[in-house]
């Protein structure tokens, strides 16, 4: 593992946002969702695809509060249009376990 500085840390903008709506994503190599989260009114809804059907199904991922890195450039998978890259840990199995706040925050609201 290698040091990174203070500045280099506040490069990277990791948001608060709320998954709007979630659909199957047959396309995807690996089964995934996409997802339309709602980042508030600075940033608005953006766009991304996830691998986290293990433990999630689509109805109960709407309302949830997700992080997510907000400030990479979109990236296009398959006809889907990444625009940020939802954030998640790995159990022991190593499916995505969601990143989320304890508590409600207003969307939008910036880690540090």
């Avoid at 990791?14 to 940033?43: N, Q």
């Avoid at 199904?57 to 889907?80: D, H, K, M, S, Y």
Wanted: charged share 30%; net charge negative; with cysteine.
């Amino acid at each position: 593992m290698s040091n990174i500085t203070f500045d280099d840390f506040l490069k990277v903008d990791v948001r608060v946002g709320r998954i709007t709506r979630a659909e199957p994503f047959p396309e995807a190599r690996k089964p995934a969702y996409k997802l339309w989260i709602d980042f508030g009114p600075e940033l608005g809804e953006k766009r991304s695809s996830a691998q986290i059907t293990t433990h999630y199904t689509c109805e109960e991922l709407v309302g949830r509060e997700v992080l997510a890195v907000v400030n990479f450039p979109p990236r296009q998978i398959g006809p889907v249009r990444s625009e940020v890259l939802v954030l998640g840990l790995p159990d022991g199995q190593g499916n995505v376990v969601l990143v989320e706040p304890e508590r409600d925050v207003p969307e939008g609201g910036r880690l540090h």
